[in-house]
């Protein structure tokens, strides 16, 4: 039986910056397996550097992660030297890239999601969470950006576009829901100003992607859904423990390298 | 260089702060930490350690332990015997930090400066939404090579995450446009 990495006497100042990190670090695992393999150059430069911005947020979140839960770790401890169960990131970054669309899909959603977050994070008490935010806020306002022009100009495109834009934001949709999934470790943090409800974020994000997809001409997904939740308790898909095993290979196969 | 022969604390000072202002961004050879605004301060503290405070342009910014060494190398070389380099995430650093010297820089190597920074990121997530299609209102940069203003933006993503991707539609030169953020 693991132990639930939850419940254990972390603080959960600690276990909400190292969920925020783990986000950031597993999308950008996921956005770097694009290189070389994107549709355009442009693309692949692209995808890198918001995946560079994301890997950027994720030092930070995980270095204070560790100073927070106080017993040593490091940020690449936390990023090599963790289980899958420890981790802490929703489902919806884990999921294989499928191909472009599904993943400019997945980028509007979490960037979506994401924007809104870091944009209450600005004005949190704690200095750390406040000044992350206030720097990504300005790079994924960007990354937004980015997502919602390819959406719109695959759905909004050819026969063939469209239809495959469509099942993109079909196959990603049903892991929507979990983004908003607050507990008690998110009660406690926003409770001293630090930290934001997820649910909040919900209306929001609603009115932004209802507004790329009826200008994408897709249709909003209805019914498509799955038990939502996991990953934030450290329960994850089929995809997560494939991702952890080649994220950490080389980092366990030479421990304590340098270079 | 010999600034003088009497090493007082205002001196230690002194040249740390133009030995750190001197350290050039490994990606942008051109510019000053100084120029850019990454350099946010140098000061001695009283057991006379000098403290270089600098912040990243962006959060995965891969030149900032190449900084990082270079301050540690040029701040010791000019006399400091305690030398600390402190990251700071706030305030957030901006292109409206960059100097006078350093947009002209820019354009000698190559590289559109930024425009204006908008502050369009901040608001609380009250606002209006914005109406996707009509991309974000995007400054036209002037070509580095030809003046013209008739370019076009080729990618919002560069060979640097600060950068993006433009073509001159008069010398039909790419060129590189630094974001402004």
């Not at chain 1, 006497?9 to 925020?20: D, E, G, K, V």
């Not at chain 1, 935010?133 to 100009?153: I, P």
């Not at chain 2, 901006?94 to 100097?99: E, K, N, P, R, V």
Request: glycine letters at 8%.
């Amino acid at each position: 039986m693991t132990a639930d990495p939850v419940a254990a006497s972390i603080p959960p100042l600690a276990t909400y910056a190292l969920r925020l990190g783990d986000d950031a670090l597993v999308l950008s695992h996921r956005l770097a397996e694009w290189v070389t393999n994107a549709p355009q150059l442009e693309e692949d430069v692209a995808l890198a550097n918001i995946g560079l911005d994301l890997l950027g947020q994720a030092r930070t979140l995980l270095t204070y992660a560790g100073e927070v839960e106080g017993a040593g770790r490091s940020e690449d401890d936390l990023a090599y030297l963790r289980d899958e169960r420890e981790f802490l990131n929703v489902h919806l970054v884990e999921a294989p890239n499928g191909d472009f669309a599904v993943s400019m899909a997945r980028q509007l959603f979490f960037s979506t999601f994401q924007l809104a977050l870091l944009q209450r994070l600005v004005s949190s008490t704690d200095p750390t969470l406040a000044g992350l935010a206030g720097k990504a806020v300005k790079e994924v306002d960007y990354h937004r950006d980015h997502a919602a022009q390819w959406v719109l100009r695959l759905g909004d495109g050819t026969e063939i576009s469209h239809a495959r834009m469509q099942a993109g934001v079909d196959r990603m949709w049903p892991y929507v829901d979990e983004l908003f999934l607050g507990d008690e470790v998110d009660d406690a943090v926003a409770g001293q100003g630090a930290g934001v409800d997820p649910a909040l974020l919900r209306p929001e994000w609603d009115a932004y992607l209802d507004a790329v997809l009826d200008e994408a001409t897709l249709t909003r997904p209805e019914g498509l859904r799955r038990p939502p939740g996991g990953g934030r308790r450290g329960v994850h898909t089929t995809a997560m423990g494939h991702l952890v095993a080649e994220m950490q290979h080389q980092h366990r196969s030479h421990p304590g390298a340098s270079w | 260089m010999v600034i003088g022969s009497v090493v007082a604390a205002d001196d230690v000072l002194a040249r740390a702060q133009a030995a750190a202002a001197a350290v050039l961004d490994p990606e942008l050879p051109v510019l000053t930490i100084a120029d850019l605004g990454v350099l946010r301060s140098v000061e001695v503290t009283a057991d006379g350690t000098v403290v270089v405070t600098i912040t990243p342009t962006y959060s995965g910014c891969p030149a900032m332990d190449a900084i990082r060494t270079d301050l540690l190398t040029a701040v010791r070389a000019s006399g400091a015997e305690r030398v600390e380099v402190v990251t700071v995430l706030s305030p957030a650093w901006t292109t409206d930090w960059i100097s006078a010297d350093g947009r002209d820089a820019l354009l000698r190597f190559g590289i559109a400066p930024p425009g204006p920074a908008r502050d369009r990121a901040a608001g609380q997530g009250s606002g209006p939404v914005f109406v996707p299609f009509s991309a974000r209102p995007v400054d036209v940069p002037a070509c580095p090579r030809c003046s013209s203003i008739r370019s076009t933006e080729i990618s919002r993503f560069g060979s640097t995450a600060c950068k993006s991707q433009w073509v001159c539609a008069d010398c039909r030169e790419p060129f590189d446009h630094m974001k402004a953020i």
